[in-house]
């Protein structure tokens, strides 16, 4: 088991900046791959930006040049650096890591990030 817990969403209005953490605990050997997803209500969960073990990183062409995704591998926590925020990125971020013996990907809770206009 994997357990993950989101931090760093809040209010802030448009043009501004927020840094997610995602800390991972448990059996947290084996992790490859680490993402990060939002949703907002009514909508599907979207995919935001991942990062590799090795530290390759894709996003998705909305938060292209605006958002950073890091990893330290000796805290295990992953990070979003959000800037520039529009008011559409306003949604629930959610954290994944994804074990890659198993295949199986855990979630963390999400944490709440809304953009004023």
């Known amino acids: 088991q994997v357990q993950l817990v989101e931090s760093g969403g809040g209010l802030v209005q448009a043009g501004g900046s927020l840094r997610l953490s995602c800390a991972a605990s448990?059996?947290?050997?084996?992790?490859?791959?680490m993402e990060w997803y939002r949703q907002t209500p009514g909508k599907q969960r979207e995919f935001v930006a991942r990062?590799?073990?090795?530290?390759?990183?894709h996003y998705a062409d909305s938060v292209k040049g605006r958002f950073t995704i890091s990893r330290d591998n000796a805290k295990n926590t992953v990070y979003l650096q959000m800037d520039s925020l529009k008011p559409e990125d306003t949604a629930v971020y959610y954290c994944?890591?994804?074990?890659?013996?198993?295949?199986?990907?855990?979630w963390g809770p999400g944490t709440q990030v809304t953009v004023s206009s």
């Open positions: 990062v590799t073990s090795s530290g390759s990183t």
């Open positions: 448990g059996s947290i050997l084996g992790i490859d791959y």
């Open positions: 994944t890591a994804l074990i890659a013996i198993s295949g199986r990907k855990y």
